[in-house]
């Protein structure tokens, strides 16, 4: 069986490929360990081998890791589905939040973000698939509402994150990445300051690499699948 380590050399090998095959610095684009499920023994074990930015989904397993593997000095990222009643530990236990879709919850976050912590970074989830069982700002939408977080203290809009519907389709996987690229430069011809394109997984990080994405999510091809023990 191929071991944790190996397997995350070998997503950090295909980052760095897709990388330069369109002309990009593999540094640019940062690899985010999708963790949820796992036990912190198997994070412990990806942070060995160098792995230090993880993303949880579900709140209080994240909160739990974070307090566990706390010494390890690892950054969090929070890319589940965030409920308004559930901002406060999301702002006092995560450096990242991926899945802003709502001013209201852009505004608690911002109100309960410790002054002892730096900013919360924050990228709005856009719906670029128009999939009704998807969460997401709609791309018409997302506009105004980044510019009204932009403005809110304690945190700092990072950029934008979309999770496409499926496809085995090498063009037909770059198209809403492409368009979620296209919105982000929009936004900062409008003045916002944003750096982040969260986008690729482990079945399509190639295509969202090709539109530029900067951070890749990846959690099947580094952990194995979903773990429910």
């Known amino acids: 069986m191929t071991t ?10 295909r980052i760095a490929c897709a990388a330069r095959r369109w002309g990009r610095d593999p ?7 999708v963790s949820k499920t796992w036990p912190a023994e198997c994070l412990r074990e990806a942070a060995a081998a160098g792995q230090r930015a993880f993303g949880e989904s579900y709140l209080q397993e994240g909160i739990d890791k974070v307090a566990e593997l ?17 901002t406060r530990p999301v702002a006092e236990t995560f450096d990242w ?5 709502r001013l209201r919850v852009a505004e608690r976050l911002s109100a309960q973000r410790p ?6 970074s924050v990228c709005l989830q856009v719906n670029v698939s128009g999939e009704a069982s998807k969460g997401g700002v709609s791309p018409a939408e997302a506009p105004a509402l980044a510019h009204a977080v932009a403005r809110l203290p304690k945190l700092r809009l990072r950029g934008l994150m979309a999770i496409p519907a499926p496809s085995d389709d ?26 982040t394109l969260s986008m690729g997984m482990s079945q399509d990080l190639e295509a969202a690499i090709a539109e530029g994405s900067t951070l890749v999510r990846v959690g099947t091809a580094i952990f194995g699948e979903r773990h429910t023990a």
């Open 4 to 13: 944790l380590p190996a397997k995350l050399q070998a997503v950090l090998a």
């Open 27 to 33: 540094a640019d684009v940062l690899l985010l360990a």
């Open 70 to 86: 706390r010494a390890m000095g690892l950054e969090w990222h929070f890319i589940g589905t965030l409920q308004a009643n559930k």
């Open 97 to 101: 939040v991926h899945s802003l879709d």
């Open 115 to 120: 002054l002892s912590l730096p900013s919360l």
């Open 170 to 195: 090498f063009v037909e996987q770059r198209r809403p990445f492409r368009r979620l690229r296209e919105l982000s430069e929009q936004l900062r011809a409008d003045g916002l300051v944003l750096d």
